[in-house]
T-cell receptor, first 109, second 114 residues
Framework: EDQVTQSPEALRLQEGESSSLNCSYT??????LFWYRQDPGKGPEFLFT???AGEEKEKERLKATLTKKESFLHITAPKPEDSATYLC??????????FGQGTTLQVKP | GAGVSQSPSNKVTEKGKDVELRCDPI?????LYWYRQRLGQGLEFLIY????????KSGLPSDRFSAERTGESVSTLTIQRTQQEDSAVYLC????????????FGDGTRLSIL
């Protein structure tokens, strides 16, 4: 059964304190891994797509990486405005997007 | 260009009533999806439309749930005889194709069943 697990569930950082969020997946044929950001009361906002192991994508303070079993979202020198829930999702051969439960990040000034 | 638009943004109704939720996808997007997000939980797939193909209804939790889409435009999700466990945020997403393209989400309809 396709499964996506994110850790930790919650993360508190001081402004400027770099860290990483983890997304582990078990799918029948990975066709794409997606990272989204979700703010309270809003829909998920697309950040990155990764298609193959070894691929990396960057956007401002965020960098996403992918291996055959997991993906990491690295946050470098975070700011309070980076506070949000970060969702990982994978497309498998079933043709459906399977979401993890998310990591809620709080960055304190 | 405009993003995915959902209405209403909030809906409060009594148990047993029917509700209809609307989604306007991004123009030109052939694929449209509905998800349910319960408080503090992940997104749960409900239904998927791709062009004129038969929809994938495998995620609908019961026969009280149904959805329609006309061509590649507006979709409506209908919940009949609502129950308290139907309370959730209902999110709609669209993408340019079904195969491995990112989905773009609306801000959802927050449904509360009294």
């Amino acid at each position: 059964e396709d499964q996506v697990t994110q850790s930790p569930e919650a993360l508190r950082l001081q402004e400027g304190e770099s860290s990483s969020l983890n997304c582990s997946y078990t799918v029948s044929g990975l066709r794409g891994l997606f990272w989204y950001r979700q703010d309270p009361g809003k829909g998920p906002e697309f950040l990155f797509t990764l298609y193959s192991a070894g691929e990396e994508k960057e956007k401002e303070r965020l960098k996403a990486t992918l291996t055959k079993k997991e993906s990491f979202l690295h946050i470098t020198a975070p700011k309070p405005e980076d506070s949000a829930t970060y969702l990982c999702a994978v497309y498998s051969n079933t043709g459906k997007l399977i979401f993890g439960q998310g990591t809620t990040l709080q960055v304190k000034p | 260009g405009a993003g995915v638009s959902q209405s209403p943004s909030n809906k409060v109704t009594e148990k047993g009533k029917d509700v209809e939720l609307r989604c306007d996808p991004i123009s030109g997007h052939t694929a449209l999806y509905w998800y349910r997000q319960r408080l503090g939980q992940g997104l749960e797939f409900l239904i998927y439309f791709q062009g004129n193909s038969a929809p994938d209804k495998s995620g609908l939790p019961s026969d009280r749930f149904s959805a329609e889409r006309t061509g590649e435009s507006v979709s409506t999700l209908t919940i009949q005889r609502t129950q308290q466990e139907d309370s959730a945020v209902y999110l709609c997403a669209s993408s340019s194709a079904s195969d491995s393209q990112p989905q773009h989400f609306g801000d959802g309809t927050r449904l509360s069943i009294l």
